[in-house]
């Protein structure tokens, strides 16, 4: 019974690297071979709330001392976070964070743009989105419409 005990007392540092790190990177490596870019959405959310949560770790080390549950908390969020059944990183990312760089992305005068206009500047990445929204202030949405149909007809040729 002693060894079971001492096994349950340290299930986080059993568990936890393979829960933690060694299952993630294996996933992450397939996600990076395959076509889709769903499962690229849940271990890029999962690697980047796992620096979250160990730069809060190491930030509040003489804190956490005194709750000896934090490193069983912490496997339970991975453990939601990582297992295909919870998919919690993709649950956070879906949630939250889409929404707040749905917030960022209609911040900063493009609202005042047609809808065709605001989805093509949502795929875009920050800086594409503000040479973009710069150049139609400068010469006018006209002047953008006669690029994106030369554009297209490029596109269409090769």
Known sequence: M????AM??????????????LYPLYASMRA??????LDDQQWLTY???????????????KILLWFPIWPYMKLVFC?????PMFNGAAYIYENYVRQYIKNIA???GSSNYPEEYKKVLQMMTFDARKAVE???DRYGPDAFERVVRVAEKEAKKH
């Open 8 to 21: 349950a007392r340290h299930l986080d540092t059993i568990v936890g690297p393979g829960v933690m790190l």
């Open 106 to 108: 209609s911040y900063g």
């Open 2 to 5: 002693g060894v079971l005990g």
């Open 32 to 37: 990076i071979e395959s076509p889709s870019t």
């Open 47 to 61: 690697w980047v709330l796992y620096s979250f949560t160990t730069l809060f770790e190491l930030s509040c080390y």
């Open 134 to 136: 710069r150049y139609i």
């Open 79 to 83: 453990l939601w976070l990582v297992l």
